[in-house]
Each structure stands twice: as C-alpha cells, then as structure tokens.
C-alpha cells in the first residue's frame, strides 16, 4: 500500500477525524425543555467547532446522528456568534429571545474554515419540530471536515431532551 493512503480513502469514505476539541460546553451535559409541545420548532445549537489540531479544517456537513421518532430536523443552519449574541443552546421559534436566524446570514452555503488552534466564531444548529411526543433524547453530532485534503468525519458528544407535557 502507498504511504499516506488508508483504507478509508480507497473506499471513497472518510476517516475518522480527531482535529475537533470533545470537551466543549455541549459535551457536559444534555439541554431540554420539560414543557414542548407538539408542533414547535427548536433551535439546537451543535458544539461549537474548536480545531485543536496544527492545520487549518474546512467543516463540509453537520447532522445530528440519532433522533428519535416524535422530532424531525428541517433544516441545519450555521451562523455568527456575533449576530446571535453568544451561544443559543436552545431556543423555540417565536420567543422574544429567540435569535431570528432567517434573517441572519446562514454560513452553511459554504465550507467552513477553522484556523488551527482556534474556535470557530460560527456555529452550526438544528432546526427541528416536534411531530409527535419523543421517546428518548436526540445525540451525537457529526462533523465532516477537510484537512490538507483528506475527508474526515467526528462525532462530539451532545444531547437534547424535549419532552412534551400533557
């Protein structure tokens, strides 16, 4: 086999990466709300990219790997610190302290560059609405990112509980 070629790469499939930070605010913990309702819309902030690595990333897609049945994810946005005033864990459509990320500028269009050793000032996040009363919790966000030319996937740890009251 040539030097500098894995399996992951003959098979067109990224490996695994390990460039982002896993200790990060979401990682600590699970946000939720106790009192949703079916039909909502939530705003899920994934974990702020933070390249711990020596060399530049270019983030290409974000997804949140487990959701359960009951929540559905409309959409996936990324956006400025600056513009939302800091970090929005979560945040429900309508609500006056909800960011109005449709009229802020969505950077998801376009890769993402983190510089090395720094945290990114964008961040990404799910939109997603309640169809049904959910089962369990929605985990594990998955980063797939470029470094110096080869595509790599990380999963973080993070986790949100809505839970719908009667």
């Not at 705003?43 to 933070?50: G, I, Q």
């Not at 994810?73 to 800091?86: F, I, M, R």
């Not at 864990?89 to 560059?113: C, D, I, M, S």
């Not at 797939?144 to 080869?150: I, L």
């Amino acid at each position: 086999m040539l030097a500098g070629c894995s399996p992951a790469q003959e098979g067109g499939r990224a490996a695994a990466g390990s460039a982002l930070a896993t200790d990060g605010t979401q990682s600590s913990g699970t946000v939720g709300n106790e009192h949703a309702r079916v039909g909502e819309i939530w705003y899920f902030a994934l974990p702020v990219p933070y390249n711990t690595s020596s060399k530049p990333i270019e983030i290409k897609d974000v997804s949140v790997e487990h959701i359960p049945s009951g929540i559905r994810v409309l959409e996936y946005g990324a956006y400025d610190l600056n513009d939302t005033e800091g970090l929005p864990l979560l945040a429900k459509e309508g609500e006056p302290y909800t960011p109005k990320f449709a009229k802020l500028k969505n950077y998801a269009t376009q890769p993402v560059r983190v510089a090395a050793g720094k945290e990114s000032n964008i961040f990404y996040l799910a939109k997603m609405k309640i169809t049904a009363p959910p089962k369990e919790t929605a985990r594990e966000c998955r980063f797939a990112y470029e470094q110096s030319g080869q595509t790599y996937t990380q999963t973080l740890d993070c986790e949100l509980e809505l839970k719908v009251s009667g």
